[in-house]
């Protein structure tokens, strides 16, 4: 909080206190809430001709609230006024918080669901302007008012609906932008800053608390608690939320000489819901059908033992059977033979439907994903233009180079990986490229690389950012984290390399010994973090000192409809894309003795493989696809190989993907199933082969 402001006048601080005690009583408890809601817009009027803005803004938020109904605004109310009393009474200006540290009094409201949607949609197009506008060159003048328009638009739609925080924020910018319109270098310095907070921003048009739990931790690193190390490399999101709708610009002007409608996302996901329900349907008729066939056969055969006992009883004699129990027992025999064919036709009619109803929903599910889908070119190249602009303004030389831009992806997915992926490459920029002289010295082009990649996995995507710049000095995590008091001297001490790096994700901890804006504050990649936690992914580090740090997401699949072959081992049914399976060997085939049980790979650990410790080779063998196009295609022995089946696949949490590996579940009636990983498959096999 900030104390430090112009000379107070006397007389206006008189005034104001009077106003302030006047008003006081109208705020207590039980009191009539309009008798309230006059009194704090009494009391806002009067902080701002007194010239105590911050009381005045707090109040605003304060009477907003009320408005809206919230119930604890009544309180704070008070609080705030009483505050404002012992301090004018003493002599002192009203504490208020300087931006961006966040008001006490500010607090996240949940959006009202029927307005969330639109609204969530609205800001992203606005922020994806601001991205095109601090993309811009040559102007930085008209970019700097083209950004203060949108920003301002933005503050305006998060009063509309109440989102006091964004509101809050978007003022703060608002102001930034005002001092850079006095000339083109001042322009240049506020949209450098700008795009340092844009992805703060994006948080909190998604999670505002998380935004302001970040920036609280920021403004007051004296009361951040001790955080314990990750358990694991990195912390394990959560389970994975709906997706929120966003929208994409550059997508419509692709399409602009089609005629299209803009429909809502959850629209769309409520059909592909109901898609994967009709494929699922067909999977139960499918098999409905192939029971009642089955079902004609079984009745067909009793039919032929009912004739063949018929023929060995022979004719009616005075000394046998009764005539009227064999005409029944004839008659039985006919009804079966007629049952049976009709049984036989309804069978090969409900077949029919399935299969009708299989092509119609893989057609309508192809129709739906292509209103979903666009490429990674689209993300790749609106992170490589707003990093090259913050590059050329911070006097940096960077290249890109992309590639895997053809890979498809799903259009929610894409717009909200934009967040994390531009704070990962604009941290590689930042923090990451050395400058020129810096860079000669250690004998490096002049010119930095960036690099991003993607590459689809059978479990999802996986996005690569790689930069060639100094990287991360481990040791130097190691002793900042001790002296942050983040982690303990003996815990640092016992840390490797891939625990240490994933503190940079700590809120606050940082590389730099001095802090601009933004950058060398710590925040940013723990918002990229929360980001990609919110899709159901994870974000692994690797730094190679001196040659640059890779940044790598993991994204998990989309559930759709997939082709799966069915596989037996370890006592369970398993699926495998069918996509990444080459061939499947028999286990006396030559080559197939090098196989690594499924089992093995399952339980994670090095175990007994066949040909290499005197057990019996694997019935089956499933070559996989290499994972590099020189190395020989990995070998995986299983119990018994089964049908290929189209089926829906459903995401699993990251702890289940995590310990299988799986790429997803897959229900079949009562049935759950898990679909394996092909990819983490390969790399088990290898490393599970090469220790035999």
Known sequence: MSEHAPPLDPELVRLLLEELRRNEPALAAGKPEAGARRAVHAIKGSAGIAGQHGLAESLARIERRLAAGDAPALADARAR????????????????????EPPDDLAAIPPDPATAARYVAEMQDRLERVDGALAASGDELGAALAVYRDIHAMKGAALAVSDEVTAWFCHGLEDLLRRGQRSEDSAREALAEIARWRGVVAEMIVAPERALETL????????QPSLPPPASALPLPPRRPAQEPSGELDLRAQVADDATLRVPTATIDRLFERVRQLGQARVEVADGAALAQATAIRARALRLELTEALRLIGPPRPWGAPAAALRRIEQSARDLGAFAERLAREGAA??????RVGVESIAAHGDLAAMRTTRVEWLFGRVARAVSAQARREGREVRFAVSGEETAIDRQVAERLVDPVLQLARNAVTHGIEPVAERAARGKPRVGSVQLAAQPRSGGLRLVVQDDGAGVDVADVRLRAIARGTISPEVASAADDQTLLSLLFVPGFTTRDSADLLAGRG??????????????????????????????LDIPFESGLVEVLWLDAAGATFGLPALQVRRVLLGRDPGAERAVPLAACLRGRRAPVAGGGGTEPSPFAIELDPLQGDEPPPLLGVDRVGAVEEVTLRGVSPLVATAGPYAGAIVRGAELRLCLDAHALSEMVGSLGAAS
């Open 81 to 100: 006024v009483a505050e404002a009393i012992a301090a004018l009474s003493a002599g002192k200006s009203v504490p208020s918080a300087v931006w961006p």
């Open 523 to 552: 925040v940013g990649l723990d918002l990229a973090l929360e980001a990609v936690h919110r899709l159901g992914g994870t974000i692994r580090l690797a730094s190679r000192p001196g040659m640059g740090l890779t940044a790598t």
């Open 350 to 355: 409900l077949k029919e439907t399935a299969d």
């Open 216 to 223: 609280r931790l920021l403004a007051r690193p004296s009361r």
